[in-house]
């Protein structure tokens, strides 16, 4: 089955303590995003990735990094988390053509306390 | 800076309804406007695919039609059903960069009551 997996689905954490979200899609996509999504602020993008190795700043990438050594592959860092990074996460891919869809894993709830 | 906005932000009807959602954007220079369904605490499942060379697209009970030049879309639900209950998005897409960065509506929150 075509999907976008994400690890964990729900995390609590404290100030501070390093965190990474994974993503994973089986679809050969060569692009994929994180985003966040937020009350009254809707979904933005934190960092993309065009294919291997190549990764650039999204709308909101403060405090937040990435890295796409497999093509399959995109896990998002949180070297020290805050409170205002509590938020619902999700990962994204498609293929590098601006006519195909965008697939969304199931999203990552994470709390900062 | 491209701006979607979704209108209502809530809806509530009965069930058998007709009714349609709506998504306007201000910069009618997108390649594709897509579709979403997300339901509580859930992720995003996509319904609709419209290219900007297209006016509609079909899927069952659903159909989204797209007037680029106005930058408007709307999505026709028809014989609402309770299990239609969930919020729905629309997301424009600009080009290439920044890879195929989605631009999001607040989404409408719609309720169909049994």
Not at chain 1, 3 to 25: D, E, F
Not at chain 2, 31 to 43: I, S
Not at chain 2, 71 to 92: E, F, H, K, N, W
Request: charged fraction near 20%; aromatic fraction near 10%; glycine fraction near 8%.
């Amino acid at each position: 089955e075509a999907q976008v997996t994400q690890n964990p689905r729900y995390l609590i954490t404290v100030t501070g303590k390093k965190l990474t979200v994974t993503c994973s899609q089986n679809m050969n996509h060569e692009y994929m995003s994180w985003y966040r999504q937020d009350p009254g602020l809707g979904l933005r993008q934190i960092y993309y990735s065009m294919n291997v190795e190549v990764t650039d700043k999204g709308d909101v990438p403060e405090g937040y990094k990435v890295s796409r050594k497999e093509k399959r592959n995109f896990p998002l860092i949180l070297e020290s988390p805050s409170p205002n990074q509590t938020s619902l996460y999700f990962c994204a891919s498609s293929f590098a053509d601006r006519d195909y869809e965008q697939y969304f894993g199931p999203g990552t709830r994470l709390t900062v306390t | 800076k491209q701006e979607v906005t979704q209108i209502p932000a809530a809806l509530s009807v009965p069930e058998g309804e007709n009714l349609v959602l709506n998504c306007s954007f201000t910069d009618s220079a997108i390649y594709n406007l897509q579709w979403f369904r997300q339901d509580p605490g859930k992720g995003l499942t996509s319904l609709l695919l419209i290219q900007s060379s297209q006016r509609e697209q079909t899927s069952g009970r659903l159909n989204a039609s797209l007037d680029k030049s106005s930058g408007r879309s709307t999505l026709y639900i028809a014989a609402s059903q309770p299990g239609d209950s969930a919020t729905y998005l629309c997301a424009v897409k600009r080009g290439y960069n920044q890879g195929g960065k989605l631009i999001f509506g607040q989404g409408t929150e719609l309720s169909v009551k049994p």
